[in-house]
């Protein structure tokens, strides 16, 4: 089946310590997105990359690092500089099709990451 | 800041009832998409609607946009159990990109009481 997977599902940090979320999709999306999630809040974005080998800065993108190696595969890098990482963390895929514009992103189940 | 408003924040009704969530924005939009997320998952995207459109239909969701009033509402009909959820409006800027950034509102928390 076609999707996004995320891992792992729970991760900890220790203070100091950098920490990488990965995300996957095999639905052959040129566009894909980090978005971070607060208790009862909505989404708001981190990064999102649009090409391999490109990206760009989202709303909240310090103590965040982001590559796009590969069209499968975007990582998110949680480093030290993040001093408040604890959040639900949700990638995000959509394609690129010019055709039929303002395609819905499809999201994985998240990595929930807390501090130690 | 494009972030709009959802309401209510949450919302309980029985099962068999409708359920109205209404999202409001500030600044002009290319589309408007809502999306479910049941608890510790991701969204799941339910229905876009486009800036020339005034009401869009899915199965029991129904969508209507008003940009005169730069507003959006969610109808969700005969609901059921397996309709609680958190639903929320996200919004493509005016000119942003075919693949472009999604604003989401806050969202609202909807429980359907069998």
């Not at chain 1, 974005?45 to 080998?53: A, G, M, R, T």
């Not at chain 1, 189940?109 to 130690?116: A, E, K, N, P």
């Not at chain 2, 959802?6 to 949450?10: C, L, S, T």
């Not at chain 2, 339910?46 to 869009?56: A, G, Q, T, V, W």
């Given at each position: 089946?076609g999707?996004?997977t995320?891992?792992?599902?729970y ?12 995300c996957?999709?095999?639905l052959?999306?040129?566009a ?7 208790p009862?809040?909505?989404?708001r ?9 490109d990206?760009q800065?989202?709303d909240?993108?310090?103590g965040?690092?982001v ?7 975007f ?12 959040a ?9 099709d ?10 994985g ?8 | 800041s494009?972030?709009g408003e ?5 919302l309980?009704i029985?099962?068999?009832e409708?359920?109205t969530m ?9 589309n408007?998409q809502?999306?479910?997320q049941?608890?510790?998952r991701?969204?799941?995207h ?11 239909h899915?199965?029991?969701?129904r969508?209507t946009?008003?940009t005169?009033k ?11 159990a397996?309709?609680t ?5 996200a ?8 693949y472009g950034?999604?604003t ?11």
């Open positions: 089946d999707g996004i995320q891992s792992p599902k991760l900890f940090r220790k203070e100091g310590q950098n920490v990488t979320l990965s996957e999709q095999n052959n999306h040129d894909m997105y980090w978005y971070r999630q607060d009862g809040q909505g989404l974005l981190i990064y999102y990359s649009q090409i391999v080998n990206f800065k989202g909240i993108a310090e965040y690092s590559s796009r190696e590969k069209k499968e595969s990582p998110l890098t949680v480093t030290s500089a993040q001093k408040n990482p604890t639900f963390y949700l990638c995000a895929s959509s394609s690129r010019r055709g039929r514009p303002f395609q819905p992103q499809h999201f189940d998240g990595t929930r990451l807390s501090i130690l | 494009q972030q959802e309401d209510p924040q949450a309980s029985q099962e068999g409708n359920a209404n999202c409001s924005y500030k600044t002009s939009i290319n408007l809502w999306y479910r049941n608890s510790g991701g969204l799941v339910l229905i876009l609607i486009r800036s020339n459109e005034r009401e869009k899915s199965g029991r969701l969508v946009l008003d005169s730069k507003s959006s509402s969610l109808l969700i009909t005969a609901s059921r397996a309709d959820a958190s639903y929320f409006c919004k493509t800027h005016a000119g942003g990109t075919s950034k999604l989401f509102g806050q969202g609202t928390i909807l429980t359907v009481h069998p």
